[in-house]
């Protein structure tokens, strides 16, 4: 085991979304302390199907605070692990986070306890990756450590460590992490973005201003390149949602339960409302996303619902695609028990259906992809990132049939991607975030990306004055300061 780099001057050490996109975690040591930023399991949302009980490079008893930039699983799924296996610290987050990972965490728990059970009937042996029956205990563990703290103020977490919480504009309670760092030479300042959200959406509040530091930890996710502006993301669900109308199909759209779902429901109510759609019946058919329905109902002070602002928090502008107070308010459906999802299978359009399962692998998606695939009248909006091998990225191939769960289908849907969904900064927005820190800035280190978009913003951030701008690999350590 690796274990720690003992030094005492203030470093950080890359464990994860180093070059890659998932598994975000980063050891922070400073005179001894030990703080882990984030706890991120290597796939988001519908993992692998049979978790397996992660190990870590350090000794997790050993770690002093773990502090939490959000709730998607790519930066938290792994801290029930870490728990388990000796891990007994506070773990600091924003209120929405912890309430978000309660979800988050017992979704997958649930998951990991049916796979282990249905293996242990199929293969007659007991379950060799996690106990069944201790996946719930150890997310109630987790929780219980959880401290919340609000944005915008600052707590010790460690002797050495102060820590203050940013909006970071990608989903509910998202923040960026500020610390201050009391090292041998005097104190030095760290800030990790986690993930940023888009400017001006007019759904979430926009990010807070990064804070200066000596070292900004960026993620860059999608640093190379520049998204599909919101009234060309509306011109196609038009498109796709007028055609429903007149013909009666049925449109799918797979969404991951958290963030991109409410941001797609959000503007399909907003422009049915506005008349930029036709109004039609939309189903949310995730019994997750309806759980983390209920957590953004809690905090409708993060919503400003259409109305744009700054970075002071002052209303910059009101977007002309959403109304702060429509006249007949939509509301979408959310399908929760396995019956009700098997009952809207059967049904025939025109409505528009949010299904869990992004990439169409798993989740409700599933079942009407197989009622829907061949009907001519129905479309597929894919709204997410299709990896390489996922039947999503299928769907979008130009060829006759497609072949899944056993057979060949005709494929007469309409397949059809709108990519402007996102909730991560695009090239220019990390200009805009980062481009006035140039002079004030140590070190950036740009993590959370495939290599081709981290080096793409690598090279824009040295053009825009950024003397230290590097993409650091796994296991790498960089002195704070
Ligand atoms: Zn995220």
């Avoid at 296996?85 to 306890?113: H, N, V, W």
């Avoid at 409410?262 to 939309?282: F, T």
Wanted: hydrophobic share 40%; net charge negative; proline share 7%.
């Amino acid at each position: 085991m690796p274990s720690f780099r003992g030094t005492q001057n203030p470093a950080v050490t890359f464990w994860g979304a180093a070059q890659s996109v998932t598994g975000s975690m980063h050891l922070v040591e400073v005179s001894g302390d030990r703080i882990l930023l984030d706890c991120g399991s290597v796939r988001s949302e519908r993992g692998p199907s049979r978790a397996r009980a992660a190990s870590f490079p350090f000794e997790p008893a050993a770690i002093d605070a773990v502090v939490l930039s959000h709730a998607h699983s790519d930066h938290c799924g792994n801290l029930p692990h870490l728990v388990r296996q000796g891990f007994a610290g506070p773990i600091y987050c924003t209120p929405a986070t912890r309430d978000l990972i309660a979800l988050m965490l017992g979704d997958s728990a649930r998951i990991q306890e049916e796979d282990a059970r249905v293996h242990g009937i199929v293969s007659g042996e007991p379950d060799d990756g996690l106990p069944s029956v201790s996946a719930r205990h150890w997310v109630e563990q987790t929780l219980s450590q959880c401290i919340v703290v609000p944005y915008n103020e600052s707590v010790q977490v460690t002797p050495h460590a102060e820590l203050r919480l940013l909006d970071a504009g990608h989903i509910l309670g998202s923040a960026m992490v500020a610390l201050t760092l009391a090292g041998p030479r005097g104190d030095v300042t760290l800030t990790f973005t986690g993930d940023l959200g888009r400017r001006g959406l007019p759904f979430l509040h926009q990010a807070d201003a990064v804070p200066a530091a000596d070292l900004i930890l960026c993620e860059s996710t999608y640093g190379g390149r520049l998204h599909q502006d919101v009234d060309a993301m509306a011109d196609i669900l038009a498109r796709v949602i007028e055609r429903s109308a007149t013909e009666g199909g049925v449109v799918l759209i797979p969404a991951f339960s958290l963030g991109r779902t409410q941001l797609v429901v959000h503007y399909l109510e907003r422009w049915m409302e506005c008349g930029r759609l036709p109004r039609l019946p939309i189903f949310v058919d995730s019994p997750l996303a309806a759980g983390i329905a209920d957590v953004y109902a809690r905090y409708p002070e993060s919503f400003p619902d259409g109305v744009v602002r700054g970075r002071g928090g002052e209303v910059v502008g009101v977007s002309p695609l959403s109304t702060t107070s429509p006249p007949h308010h939509l509301t979408s459906r959310y399908v929760r028990s396995p019956q009700e999802s098997d009952d809207l299978a059967e049904q025939s359009g025109p409505c528009v259906i949010v299904a869990s399962g992004g990439m169409c692998d798993g989740g409700r998606i599933v079942k009407h992809l197989r009622r829907h695939v061949d009907d001519p009248r129905a479309s597929l909006v894919l709204v997410s990132y299709q990896a390489p091998d996922s039947l999503g990225r299928k769907m979008l191939e130009r060829k006759p049939t497609i072949r899944f769960h056993g057979r060949n289908w005709n494929k007469w849907i309409e397949v059809v991607e709108v990519n402007g969904f996102s909730g991560h900064a695009d090239r220019d927005d990390f200009l805009a975030y980062l481009g006035p820190l140039a002079e004030r800035t140590g070190k950036v280190r740009l993590v959370h990306g495939e290599p081709g978009q981290a080096w793409a913003l690598a090279d824009t951030l040295s053009d825009a004055g950024f003397a230290d701008v590097d993409v650091p690999a796994r296991e790498e350590t960089v002195p704070i300061g």
